[in-house]
């Protein structure tokens, strides 16, 4: 006997990030998921937007990390709201779902936040099945990986809204392309914008802080 | 890494969808549609799926899997065609706006009962 299912296996995580869409849209927060690989340099991007961007952009963020409180702990030097998420002590999930940003978002006094960032755990693969409730998503891709990471995770390149290259300041020293980095985003997603940047030395950030304000602005009307 | 999570939701999803009444029920096979363009790897979705099926009544389950290809609609001069590599550019007017049709699905399509 055949039974007819038709079902959409991630439909729960879907839904959840629906109402969750709605409930950001209620509270007037902006929400951005930022992805990428581990190392690429996520947090200290996010250190430094944090500087430029605050007080003058309210943020909140919520750190996924399958261990260890160390990126929370520097995010929090920049005197914004952070929470940690660990999925598991010992090697747990490798992205965060809808449900877990739910319970974590409302720890935040969400009537005072603009902009709530959650920053995914480091892998260029799973998080980019997992609609959280975001407005948009950023990928960090650094210069000390291949160029043609773009053409391998091609799903998350083509769901981001806008990328970030990091590390150009090691550019002299690596035979990277960072122009050919460049076309293989676009490649995958013809029009995004992609902001070559230094985290480190903070080079390259204002056309990124730009791309930020505009699109928190145009939700936001606090 | 999330097949695991995905295995366990697409046995919860098929338990569920057992009618009640039937004496000791056996899923003899079970159909799958998997976009190109989702991120399953479909031996770890295997492998996760062997192992959370143990002493249900998915045991010995097939796992049938049709991959569906990534269709792409072309917004400016409506010209559809099968993405192939992961390059989003129409073939006909060079438009970038698209919009995918297909390529991302992790559905499950029915399950097959013993009788």
């Known amino acids: 006997m055949e039974i007819n299912i038709q079902k959409r296996v991630l439909e729960a995580n879907e839904n959840e990030s629906e109402r969750l869409k709605k409930f950001f849209k209620e509270k007037n927060v902006f929400v951005l998921n930022v992805m990428s690989s581990p190392g690429s340099g996520k947090t200290e991007t996010l250190v430094k937007t944090l500087n430029r961007i605050m007080p003058k952009i309210r943020t909140a963020v919520i750190v996924g990390d399958i261990c260890t409180t160390n990126d929370a702990d520097r995010l929090q030097s920049t005197g914004a709201d952070v929470t940690q998420i660990n999925t598991d002590k010992f090697g747990g999930d490798c992205h965060l779902a809808a449900h877990l940003i739910e319970s974590t978002a409302k720890e935040f006094d969400l009537e005072r936040i603009d902009l709530l960032i959650v920053e995914n755990i480091g892998n260029l693969v799973c998080p980019a099945e997992f609609d959280i409730g975001e407005d948009a998503r950023t990928v960090v891709l650094s210069v000390t990986e291949g160029e043609d990471k773009p053409l391998k995770y091609p799903l998350m390149f083509r769901l981001a809204h806008s990328a970030i290259l990091n590390k150009i300041d090691l550019l002299p020293y690596l035979e990277f392309d960072v122009d050919e980095a460049e076309n293989n985003i676009k490649e995958v997603n013809p029009n995004i914008p992609v902001f070559r940047i230094s985290a480190t030395k903070e080079q390259g950030f204002d056309p990124w802080i730009e791309w930020l304000e505009k699109m928190v602005f145009s939700k936001i009307s606090k | ?115």
């Not at chain 2, 969808?17 to 979705?45: C, H, Y």
């Not at chain 2, 996760?48 to 796992?63: M, Y």
């Not at chain 2, 006909?92 to 699905?105: I, K, Q």
């Open chain 2, 1 to 115: 890494m999330h097949e695991l999570g995905i295995a366990e939701k697409i046995v919860e999803i098929a338990l569920a969808s057992i009618p009640e009444g039937i004496e000791n029920p056996k899923v003899e096979r079970m159909n799958l549609r998997i976009g190109k363009f989702a991120s399953v790897v479909e031996d770890s979705l295997r492998f996760c799926f062997g192992i959370v099926v143990k002493d249900t009544p998915l045991a010995e389950t097939e796992l049938i899997i049709e991959n569906v290809p990534v269709l792409v609609h072309c917004n400016k001069c409506n010209f559809e065609w099968e993405v192939d590599d992961p390059i989003f550019k129409c073939p006909e007017c060079h438009g970038t706006d698209l919009e995918m049709l297909s390529g991302r699905e992790i559905d499950i399509d029915s399950i097959e009962l013993a009788d």
